[in-house]
């Protein structure tokens, strides 16, 4: 029987379909690192358990914890809803491979971009936890999601408090992703903001081992990347072609390669965010360092 926290099930393809009841809307080498952030961890796992290995350690009964509760494999097409705003939410999907979106469609029509669903990332929250789901995600690209019923996630952490608290140092990662947006949104001038959202999608693709050396896929439109940064696609092309003449950045066939991480950081005033892990023993990761 094949290990879903460990490969992918081809053949087993199931589309995610918005639905009231179930299915998916239940609910360049050598150089240093571009962010300075944590190397990857757990690699050749799944990434979600990577992302709450950096928080906490998992001793093999919570891993097998979290395999024991998937429910199914989801091979989901490009431009799907996955949740669906106004819908229940039921079930968390964790996203082994591809890129989405989180959005949320205003009354007059107009789609507002909350940010891009990368490898390790958890589908269903916080929308799991209201009545119905506060904003949609849809896929970009293909991707492969792992589905637990929320019922049975809710289970896991009651009985895991390593996996309870390790999620709990994952949400407020989160929190931080959405500060830096709202900074993007209102201080930031355009090009920083494009600087920022390449390093800050480095250092997201990075920590799960979906980066290689300073270079990452970005197969997103320069419309989604205006959409998340409050610029028209002209202006996010303009941005780009900037970074290029500078010598700061390169883009070749969805491949966005850092050329100087230095200098994009100070470009960006790109903060490189370690994450502290669980305190243990009365030791906090707030300590200040001397």
Not at 104 to 127: E, F, H, M, T, Y
Not at 235 to 244: A, P
């Amino acid at each position: 029987m094949t290990d879903p926290l460990k490969q992918s099930v081809p053949g087993r393809t199931r589309k995610a379909q918005a639905s009231r009841g179930g299915g998916a809307n239940d609910g360049a080498g050598g150089r240093k690192a571009a962010t300075g952030e944590d190397a990857p961890t757990l690699s050749g796992t799944h990434p979600f358990l990577a992302r709450l290995a950096r928080y906490a350690p998992l001793p093999a009964a919570d891993v097998d914890g979290v395999r024991n509760a998937i429910e199914r494999v989801l091979a989901v097409p490009r431009k799907r809803d996955i949740v669906l705003e106004g819908y229940r939410c039921v079930t968390l999907h964790l996203v082994e491979h591809g890129f989405g979106i989180r959005y949320k469609l205003l009354p007059n029509g107009k789609r507002q971009i909350l940010g891009l669903v990368l490898a390790g990332d958890i589908v269903g929250l916080p929308s799991a936890a209201f009545n119905r789901a506060i904003y949609s995600v849809a896929s970009l690209t293909p991707m492969s999601l792992h589905a637990i019923p929320l019922k049975a996630f809710v289970g896991l952490c009651q009985t895991r408090p390593a996996v309870a608290m390790a999620m709990l140092w994952l949400r407020e990662r989160e929190q931080a992703y959405v500060a830096d947006h709202l900074i993007d949104i209102g201080r930031r001038a355009p090009l920083e903001r494009v600087a920022h959202f390449i390093l800050e999608t480095y250092a997201r693709l990075r920590a799960v081992g979906r980066a290689a050396g300073n270079a990452f896929e970005l197969p997103v439109s320069q419309e989604v990347i205006g959409d998340i940064l409050g610029l028209s696609a002209p202006h996010v092309n303009r941005m780009f072609r900037r970074l290029k003449e500078m010598n700061l950045v390169t883009v070749r066939d969805r491949l966005v390669a850092i050329e100087n991480p230095g200098e994009l950081r100070f470009l960006a005033r790109y903060e490189p965010r370690i994450t502290g892990r669980v305190p243990r023993d009365g030791h906090s990761p707030c300590a200040a360092r001397r």
